[in-house]
């Protein structure tokens, strides 16, 4: 099997940090068969535009629209699915917000395929939340715990690397409209019994001139915004389904 890699990254208004972000990931894995898939979830400022320009002057760098917004946890399965298609050998799942170092990124892919393992989940190291979102990571532990008897570091982290035929079974136990992706990956792959690890990796501040970003329409990021809240209690009563 070819060492060949396809990043996923789904995207929402971060035309703040995304050139830095692409351009830092782009400068990291120069060394690797990489492709970069861009997921812009119908952004409302120039994410689109920046991205597509930067596009044209780097080949690996391809970008996908949303003819509507559809919300970060479909855009995530839009930009794995597409990144299937590609046929390369390994899958890199990462947020668009660039809350992780091109170093990282490629420590980690460059490692995967030398190591006998399915997924890699990245544990966000050095994060700096406010309590409500302490509480939620905590939650969703325990769900992936109470689901699996299996208690994952980082359960809903947005960084893993997958063996391409092992993402193409999970995406195929999640409907495409599933708020939390990520999670349901999480709560598969140990029922299904793939072989994972976890690897720490620095996360850093979101890129840009705001530290929150305008997903949950916070201005601040101290009390969670009536949208996190509605958005937490539709991924709790999707995950306790399964």
Not at 21 to 48: A, G, N
Not at 219 to 242: D, E, G, M, W, Y
Request: proline content about 4%; charged content about 20%; glycine content about 6%.
């Amino acid at each position: 099997m070819n060492n060949t890699f396809c990043i996923a990254m789904p995207c929402y208004n971060e035309s703040d940090g995304i050139l830095e972000f692409l351009s830092e990931v782009v400068s990291s894995m120069q060394t690797l068969d990489c492709k970069i898939l861009v997921v812009d979830d119908y952004s409302r400022d120039s994410t689109p535009i920046l991205v597509k320009n930067f596009s044209m002057a780097n080949s690996n760098v391809h970008l996908l629209q949303n003819a509507k917004n559809q919300g970060h946890g479909p855009s995530t399965i839009i930009g794995l699915k597409a990144s299937l298609e590609t046929g390369c050998s390994y899958i890199v799942s990462i947020d668009g917000d660039g809350q992780f170092f091109g170093d990282d990124i490629l420590r980690i892919t460059s490692q995967f395929a030398k190591l006998d393992v399915d997924i890699i989940e990245c544990t966000r190291v050095g994060r700096a939340e406010p309590l409500f979102r302490r509480i939620v990571t905590l939650t969703t532990k325990m769900l992936v715990f109470l689901k699996t008897s299996r208690f994952p570091k980082d359960a809903n982290t947005p960084f893993r690397i997958y063996r391409s035929e092992v993402l193409a079974n999970l995406l195929s136990g999640v409907p495409d409209s599933s708020p939390v992706p990520n999670l349901e990956f999480s709560i598969l792959a140990r029922r299904l019994g793939y072989k994972i690890k976890e690897e720490s990796v620095q996360s850093r501040i979101r890129r840009g001139s705001s530290t929150i970003g305008s997903t949950w329409k916070s201005k601040q990021n101290i009390v969670p915004s009536r949208r996190f809240l509605l958005f937490c209690v539709k991924a709790l009563k999707r995950v306790v389904t399964l």
